[in-house]
């Protein structure tokens, strides 16, 4: 039974870039972003590539996550609290996927305490919903090259329902990467200061995140 997704944010980076890599699996993709000749572009994109993929663009976020299985928040940590007062009611018992990393303006620190994280964080606000996180540790750019020497690249994913996470690693599965199984939602606070790391050595060393992932999986 083909699965429908929300994606809130689809019209910034990472929302299209998901959005893009996962409309060929057999999911219908609803598309709500703030620039809408973004999205619509980004609508055409994925209908040239496959004129059979399910995609359409969405003028609510709470309607496009009232119709949704499974919700994408493709927003900045700040963006994500007024979305989940929006859709609070009608995201209850269904799968969250939280992308955010809570950096700070300078990237040399997050802005959330240590004793929690982006992911925990909106878990409190969606207290019926089953928050998970993933590809936060994945650039925008990657989603288009996410096979280095015949391997896929990692990408982890962490969450307190075992369900969900199947769920989630099949969508991961779907954009190309190897989902890894990192731990419960409070492993969230290792995969976001993973990629303040990562940001950090991008910018000092123009370092490679992927080729140091992909060690992880032989």
């Not at 809570?102 to 959330?112: I, S």
């Not at 207290?127 to 989603?143: L, R, W």
């Not at 190897?178 to 492993?187: M, T, Y």
Request: hydrophobic letters at 45%; a negative charge; proline letters at 2%.
């Amino acid at each position: 039974m083909k699965q429908t997704i929300a994606i809130i944010g689809a019209s910034g980076n990472m929302g299209s870039a998901i959005a893009k890599s996962i409309s060929k699996g057999n999911y219908r993709l609803l598309l709500k972003g703030n620039n809408q000749a973004s999205l619509d572009a980004l609508i055409d994109e994925i209908k040239a590539n496959d004129n059979t993929a399910d995609a359409e663009a969405m003028a609510c976020s709470t309607e496009a996550c009232w119709e949704a299985d499974i919700i994408i928040l493709a927003v900045p940590f700040e963006a994500e609290k007024e979305i989940a007062s929006k859709i609070k009611e009608v995201a209850n018992q269904k799968i969250v996927i939280s992308i955010a990393n809570p950096l700070n303006k300078t990237y040399d620190g997050l802005v959330t305490a240590a004793n929690t994280s982006a992911a925990e964080e909106l878990q409190k606000l969606l207290p019926n919903s089953k928050v998970i996180k993933a590809f936060n540790t994945t650039f925008a750019a990657d989603f288009s090259t996410p096979v280095i020497d015949g391997k896929q690249a990692d990408a982890f994913i962490a969450g307190n329902d075992e369900e969900a996470l199947e769920t989630v690693s099949e969508i991961v599965s779907t954009a190309g990467f190897n989902p890894i199984v990192a731990g419960d939602l409070s492993v969230s606070r290792t995969l976001e200061n993973m990629q303040l790391l990562l940001i950090q050595l991008g910018i000092k060393y123009n370092y490679n995140w992927l080729a140091g992932w992909k060690i992880l999986h032989h």
